[in-house]
């Protein structure tokens, strides 16, 4: 497989990755605790939608840079609180 053709399948899976938060978000949940201990359904979604985003970001060629660089910002974020929250 080429390496377009590997970013586009990975921007594939993040983008249903993200839209299961929505079909199953309790898969989810232990795993937003973590980072988001109140409102955690609320930010399971939110995640999702993020996740839903960056994933077809990664698809599309135009927008690949600018989902890259809100896949770093999106770690950085979620690490950022898990750490606070310990």
Request: glycine share 12%; charged share 15%; proline share 3%.
């Amino acid at each position: 497989m080429s390496a377009e053709g590997l970013i586009k399948l990975t921007g594939v899976a993040v983008a249903a990755t993200g839209l299961s938060h929505f079909v199953r978000p309790q898969i989810y949940e232990s795993l937003t605790a973590s980072a988001f201990p109140t409102n955690t359904l609320q930010h399971t979604y939110i995640d999702g939608g993020i996740e839903t985003a960056i994933g077809l970001g990664l698809i599309a060629p135009k927008t690949r840079k600018f989902a890259v660089a809100g896949l770093l910002a999106y770690g950085a974020y979620l690490g950022l609180n898990v750490a606070r929250n310990r």
